[in-house]
């Protein structure tokens, strides 16, 4: 039981500064006034929230991505992270091989496998340089890293870039504040109020979309 339970205290504090990484996500009204926290929010949220916003260190975005990949014509279910050139060092990942974590995201097809998804798609093969497709998008191995520690609620087989998709973060309209697409996290500078925060947040929102009041969200920021 105290093993039990040293384990779930554990959970996330192995990502770097893990006590002041929050995840950002908004509740949405519901009839009778009260709200429901869908535990997402916009990749458009970072119009609002950003690291160039007081308090704010830095930020990482990451979307989910369940299906099958396609190595040389056969398919392998695989559960992939889609974030941006930071996905990596914000969380405090490393490689194992290929590309270091600081440069392996930044090509729009890269992708980076965890060593068990490595080891299922290529055996004892170099996976580095090979070429995966999923949904008809060509990937290219630039790196292997470890697989996320246990205690984490982050569970993924690989991550890739964010930037090859074909409706990529980069290119959606500036309105498009109020989609429930993305895990946003948010690594506050020291000493910053997460509830001051997540309120200026909920107004900047409600300011930028004024003719929509009865949608407005409530952003709220978690600890990990």
Not at 55 to 69: K, N, Q
Not at 126 to 152: C, F, H, K, Y
């Given at each position: 039981m105290a093993l039990h339970v040293r384990f779930e205290s554990s959970y996330d504090t192995w990502i770097p500064d893990a006590d002041r990484v929050h995840r950002l996500t908004f509740a949405l009204p519901r009839?009778?006034?009260?709200?429901?926290?869908s535990g997402f929010t916009s990749s458009?949220?970072?119009?609002?929230?950003n690291a160039d916003s007081p308090g704010v260190v830095d930020v990482a975005r990451l979307a989910t991505d369940r299906g099958e990949v396609l190595r040389d014509g056969t398919a392998f279910a695989a559960h992939l992270l889609l974030g941006e050139g930071n996905a990596l060092t914000f969380f405090g990942f490393t490689t194992r091989?290929?590309?270091?974590?600081?440069?392996?995201?930044?090509?729009?097809d890269s992708i980076v496998l965890t060593e068990s998804f490595a080891r299922r798609l290529f055996g004892d093969?170099?996976?580095i340089g090979r070429t995966l497709s999923r949904e008809q998008r060509l990937l290219t191995v630039t790196a292997i890293m470890?697989?996320?520690?246990r205690n984490s609620h982050l569970r993924f087989d690989a991550i890739a870039a964010e930037?090859?998709?074909e409706r990529n973060w980069a290119g959606m309209a500036?309105?498009?504040?109020r989609l429930m697409d993305t895990l946003f996290y948010v690594r506050l500078a020291p000493g910053a109020d997460p509830a001051a925060m997540a309120a200026a947040v909920t107004a900047e929102d409600a300011a930028r979309?004024?003719?929509?009041?009865?949608?407005a969200p409530r952003y709220n920021l978690h600890p990990v």
């Amino acid at each position: 039981m105290a093993l039990h339970v040293r384990f779930e205290s554990s959970y996330d504090t192995w990502i770097p500064d893990a006590d002041r990484v929050h995840r950002l996500t908004f509740a949405l009204p519901r009839p009778g006034g009260d709200y429901f926290d869908s535990g997402f929010t916009s990749s458009q949220t970072i119009r609002l929230l950003n690291a160039d916003s007081p308090g704010v260190v830095d930020v990482a975005r990451l979307a989910t991505d369940r299906g099958e990949v396609l190595r040389d014509g056969t398919a392998f279910a695989a559960h992939l992270l889609l974030g941006e050139g930071n996905a990596l060092t914000f969380f405090g990942f490393t490689t194992r091989a290929g590309q270091t974590a600081e440069i392996a995201l930044t090509a729009p097809d890269s992708i980076v496998l965890t060593e068990s998804f490595a080891r299922r798609l290529f055996g004892d093969e170099d996976p580095i340089g090979r070429t995966l497709s999923r949904e008809q998008r060509l990937l290219t191995v630039t790196a292997i890293m470890p697989d996320p520690p246990r205690n984490s609620h982050l569970r993924f087989d690989a991550i890739a870039a964010e930037a090859g998709r074909e409706r990529n973060w980069a290119g959606m309209a500036d309105g498009l504040t109020r989609l429930m697409d993305t895990l946003f996290y948010v690594r506050l500078a020291p000493g910053a109020d997460p509830a001051a925060m997540a309120a200026a947040v909920t107004a900047e929102d409600a300011a930028r979309n004024a003719m929509d009041r009865l949608s407005a969200p409530r952003y709220n920021l978690h600890p990990v």
